[in-house]
């Protein structure tokens, strides 16, 4: 086990960490400032994991992909969010369904949650020929959280912009399962998978500010004409 | 060729038997109006007034409420004719029907109620008040004996297994335990009061009735008169007396003749006259003692007749 | 025959980008049919190519392969595309006037759609199958909120939020598979791999794979629980769209769900699909038949309808085998020509009565026998009176799932399809039927206002009737001709197992 | 290719030529062309249901989309008596309506409709297997509700019937497909010949049968699942509702027989008790709402319903004494339903046309406001009047050979010592007992008000005979009631020998012999006989009305008074008052009496109306909750999708738990 695979190891045990935690952060910060901050280093998180994974498997075709995670998650996404924060000038996210201690409580349950529901997975991976999933695959319930949470945080919050948050932790959580389990789908998915995650963002983003523009609602609640 | 000159034979019997009942069916109207008026202590017109009376109103001219069809013209002939119909068809004299035209209980019942719809639309036909009034209660009536009397009608034939009147009367009279089971005697007594029902005697009608208000058969006949009058009434008579005949041939299944001898018609003749005269006087005499019934109470004694009908149907099954 | 299959996305991108270059009206207008019909075209043509025992139309190891029921598909999407873009066109306008930006932004997106579409049915990678499914949630997106009223906003923002959730879960389960793929020696998506049953793939992974991506992509099925954002988006979009969503891209989802189920009964035996799907299929019909039997806006009606016909696809695919399954197939091709022509007309219906309200349209076969009728017919064939597919279609689902000993879950199914039947009947009958006499405002408790966001367009009202004649003639022949829809659908449904 | 197979064939190409012709020429001709059309189509039924019922073999196959087994069309011979009957009556139907249609029934959908219907009713005898019969079961039921919509434009009522019956027939299909299924489940294959392995002991086998039962007592109007048929039957054009009620509605005893005789013969005792307790309770039902009816075709669809409930009686009994093997009754039974089928079918069309008569030339279908037609229109009230006698049961029409042939087989079914016989064969004769007493009440006043006495409205006065076409079509069907009546020997062997059974043979002039139970019926000879003592009668009435004529044209009997109005006569609704009263709890009638008073007099009434309604019970009791109860289910249920996202995000995020729940442990 080489220096540079230790490092790796312990790359990936920060980044994972960082994940959870920011995550956690979000459920319980209501300012939507702090919001797009912490997403963004949820970004750098991932894309170090990425950069741990790609390190760890000596694969140069995930150094790319790090480094486009890295611009995506870390620095475009958030950019994103940020503006449509200025667009609608809401900075709070006043009132969720959900209060931040209950919310954390949620969190605790859903992050058991994560970790019974994971020990499939991790076997599974960690099973046959894996590699070094091993550090990796224990992991894993890192990222199921974080999927969790993420939806968490879209049923709770009641700003447009702060479901747009979850559905970044969300989608986060995913990819980071991906990695943690196989080290990412192929490029071209890869390619196809951020992309459309961008313009979902792009579109969700501009649909609030048409929402506040159009309708004046900031709230979600506001919009139920539509029903039966 | 035996059996078909045995056919005509049984024919000229049963023609014998109809023209019998026809000469009887006045006199026994005669007889029960003769021994009320005897037991309400009247002199009474005799026997043979309702003879006059048919001859008097044959010779009448027929007068006919405006807006009446052909049905007022026809419908006293049908009722007549089903009157004469099932008279050949019940065994009153000899028991020895046609092959082809048993003397089928359902059939003989058909046959009747062909005579009642006849009645009740000559009811219908004139338009007045009275006439509707009294085909409604008439069929009211008839709808609720007709249960009764398939109810009785099975009860009797179950010993049998068939619905025919003459079997089942042979069969009485060859075991006469049959006539005092519980299930013959319950069966008779249903059968006697949809009699009384049908025929429109007390206490379900009152034949000397004049108030409209109270009529049933009275009412449907208001608006027909002289030859169809005569018609409608040796009609309802000949019913009468066709199914008197038949309750005495139950009761009392004997002296009517098994085959068509010179020695036993006669006989047969003579005693079925005998038993409906009988049955009539005593008819007569319940009338008086009777009263009539108030027409929402007549479904109610409808209803304990053909509970005694139902209990001679299970009785039956008990004792098979 | 390879070339078939890059045909359509080429035909899709290059119309799309077509229209929103400034080209003349005449490309914006028609742009949207085009494809469709060169989607159709192509459908067809390799469904011919598609003879059992045959080798299968392969381009770039796996990235795009056609198998019969891949054809079938994009066969069907043609079809449908056709129905409901060449009936939804808008009544000719000057063709000197240039169109609008959200002509030509409308008229891209339905191309960018149908080429989403046609990718998703003719890749046999799993991933780029979620990419394009994801994808048409953003082309859809942008249609939903085409009007920019209030509610379609909001429909936009439900469909956007719910959609691409769901389909993220569908993600999850991709990505597992991936992995269970890699852990089992082979790092591939390739469905043909994967089902091949080749790979000793861990199935303690793979049935939370196939969970997962089942789950994920009955979000964009319709099938309950995850049909919410259903209503809303079919019922805001402009018809031609709806009739897109309804009978395409539901069915497109579906089509995903059938190939992860052969993965999962490969691997695990039939067992957890087979549950989630009748689950989620009787749970559609009871929500359905719920919200048909009170229900008061005739879009959203058909949208539940859509809910309603998910369901039962649903039951066909849990109880599979070569009747059902080609049964399933069936009912796809049926209910999406049916569905879109029904939507067309209510478009038109809207236009016509500026209202989406069932008591705000009174004897309309008196005043326009041409809306009522083909909206009958189009009932009827959704109803399931033959000799509309969807009658066999029906009949042979439940008689399966007897033989397949899911008789309990048919019993339910058949209640619940009965009062379906009288929810929709009712509100038929109340749309259609009465004297032509505007007795609306005296027969209905409330007062009929003609929705302020819907104007009256007696021109938008009268369209081309061509398609819908074919799309329901075709649903009224499909189910009795043996040759050549027979030997297609049996093809198809053994592309998948059965 | 058999005579049979080309029957088949040429019914398909009819139809389809029919529909063109229907929508293609133009309203002028319309009627005699389409409806020319559509009796040839009905024509071909006959003819082909004639060679099956001689046994004539032959089949069609299609074979459709689906990996099934093919379509089959092959009608055997009970099929094809079905088929007859259902050809037979389309002719006449067909022939009425040429003259019939006016307006709204006249267009070309309604044409359309009608051909398609007789294709449906002719092809659902003929259907083989599962798929085809559901097939042709639909198309029957579509293109009826079609026809129950003629008027829907001006009438509320047609629609609202329409709806009711929509329903109640695609319950009556989820039904059989629920109990095909079943049995297809069971036994693997979608032929009648494949279903009959079905073991009938097993319980498979009783599911089976209460789906089937269920669905197809719903078509044939049993009680309760006869809601439809009062509204139906009266908005339908006549020709339809003659159709409908002699026809499409057997078709829901034809599915019994089937079941009963075909697929699953030799079925547990308690299937039997089903039937009778059904047949029973929809006669007495029936013929009670009939009675008690004052519109004319409200009250011949309830007693549909009670000629149904009979023919499904016969049915059970027939099944209940094959169980204790008593052949001779049993087989007697079955020759009872098929006699009721038919002699059913011929005067219940017959009153019908002569209903739609009466409304073409009177406007009116309320008897409380008809009276006299028998002055106006001679031709309808004879035929009207046969097919009431065949109706009430009277001798010499079909309908009392039928009942007659039933009393017997009950008589002679009697079983000493079992109990389940012992009770059941009683009752089914006292139910029957009092069925045609009430019949005979219903068509008397049905007849007597109607065509009697003198007209109670202004449309009634002036009425007028109809079209030729619609006289010789009703007459025709009233000369089949009393031919079935006349010569039901000929008529039971052939019926006998269409479900495989001996126990009816012909005698002497057309009579009918059951040998089965030894009881002989001979209607000619009866009549001749009953001529022959009547002839004196008839003779000396003769003379006398050629010596003594009447004087017509004086008033009736006012109790007194001079002046008779016809408002003074009985009118349907006081025929049946005493029934009324008796029955009272059965009918529940809602009565309400407004006096107004002279001034401030507690004593003087200045008028005072009286008003009494009868509701279908069972609809009011059983129907209208349900409706209410789904209806506010369906309201909460609304909440589900009450337009927040957090709710919708709710049951997603509560889905994906629980499957990785599900999944991972």
Redesign the interface.
Known sequence: MTLLQSAATQLLALSTGTLLVTAVLLVWRRSLGAAWRLLAVQGVALAALVLAIAVAEEDVELLGVAAIILVLKGVVLPLVLARGIAGTGVAREDAP?LNPTAGLVTVAGLTT?AY??????T????????GQ?GPAALSVPVG?SM??IG??L???RRR?LS?VVG?LV??NG?AT??FL???G??F??EL??S??VL??AL??AM??G??HA??GATS??E?????? | MSDVLAQVVTLLVLLLQVAVMVALAPVVAGVTRQVRARVEGRAGAGVLQPWRDLRKLLAKRPVHATGTSWVTRAAPLLLVCSSLLVAALVPLVAADPLSLVPDDLFVVISVLLLGTVALALLGLDAGSAFGGMGSSRHMMISALVEPTVLMAVYALSIPVGSSTLSLIVTDRRDDPASIASPAGVLAVVALVVVVLAETGRLPVDNPATHLELTMVHEAMVLETSARDLAWVELGSWLRLTVLLGLVGNLVVPWGIATEPTLASVPLGVLAVVAKITVLAAVLGVAEVAMAKLRLFRVPELLAGSFLLAFLAVTASYLVA | MTGLLVVPLAAALILGVAAVLPTSAGVVRWSGVAASAIVLACGVGLLGSAVPGGEVPDLGDG?LRADALSAFMLAMIGAVGVTATWGGLAPAGDPAVAPTNAERRYAALVCVFLGAMSLAVLTD?L??L??AV??T??AT??LV?HH?T??S??????Y??LG??GV?IA??G???L???G????E?T?SWAVLSSGEL?L?P?????AVGLAVLGFATKAGLAPMHSWL??AH??APAPVSGLMSGVLLAVAFYAILRVQVIADVVLGPGLVRGMLLVGGLGSLAVAAA?VLR?RDYK?MLAYSSIEHMGLLAIGAAVGGPVALAAVLLHVLGHGLAKASLFVVAGRILAAQGSTRVADVRGLLARRPDLAIPYLAGMAALLGFPPFALFFSEVAIVVAGWQAGLGWAMGLALGLLLVLFAGLARATAAMLLGAPAADTAAADGEPAHAAADHPVDLAASRGPGVPIVLALAVTAVAGLLAVPIGTVLVRAAAAVGA | MTLVAGGLLAQLVLAALAVVLAVSVPARRRALVAGTACATLAAAGAVTGALALGGGEGELRLTGALPLAPLVLAPDRLGGLFLLLAGTVGVLACLYAIGYVHGPAGSRSQWAALAVFLLGMQLVPSAGDVVAFLLAWELMAAASTVLVLADQARNPAAREAALWYAVMTHLSLVAILAGFAVLVGQTGGTGYGVLANTDPASGAAGVAFVLLVVGFGAKAGLVPLHVWLPRAHPEAPSHASALMSAVMVKMGVYGMLVVGLRLLPGGPTWWAVLLIALGAGSALYGILQASVASDVKRLLAYSTSENVGLMVLALGVALLLRGYDVPGPASTALIACLLLVVSHAAFKTTLFLGAGAILHATGERDLDRLGGLVHAMPWTAAAFGVAALGAAALPVTGGFAAEWALLQSLIAGVRPGDRVVAVAVPVALAVIALTAGLALLTFVKAYGIAFLARPRSEGAALAHEVPVTMRVATLAGAVLVVAVGVVPGPIATVLARAVGIAGARPVGLGGLELGGVGAVLDPVALSVLGLLVSAPVLVLAAVLARRRPRVTDVDGWGCGQIRTSPRMQYTATSYAEPLMRIFDDALQPTRDVEVTHVGESRYMAASVQYRQRVDDVVEVRAYAPLVAGANRLADRA?G???????RY??F??AA??LV??V???
Do not use: C
Request: glycine share 10%; aromatic share 6%; net charge neutral.
């Open positions: 369904l949650v019974l529901v994971s020990r499939p997975i076997e599974g991976v960690g099973g046959a020929g894996g999933a199921i999927v969790l939806f968490l879209l049923v709770t447009a479901q559905f969300l989608d995913i399962v991906g389990t196989a080290a789908v192929p071209v998915v196809g998978v992309f459309d313009l979902i579109i969700l649909l609030s048409r929402m159009a309708v979600v609640d919009m139920t004409e539509l029903r039966d | 990235l990678n991933g780029v979620w990419v994801e994808a949630t953003i997106a942008f909120g920019g209030r509610r906003i909001e429909a936009a923002w439900k956007v939020v691409s959730v993220a993600l999850l991709v990505v597992l991936y992995a269970a890699r852990s089992a020696g790092a998506l000793p861990d303690g992974l793979v049935r939370v209503p809303d019922s805001q919200l229900q959203r | 609304r589900v999708q009450n337009g927040s996202i957090h995000l709710g997603a995020f994906l738990v990785l729940v999944v991972a442990l």
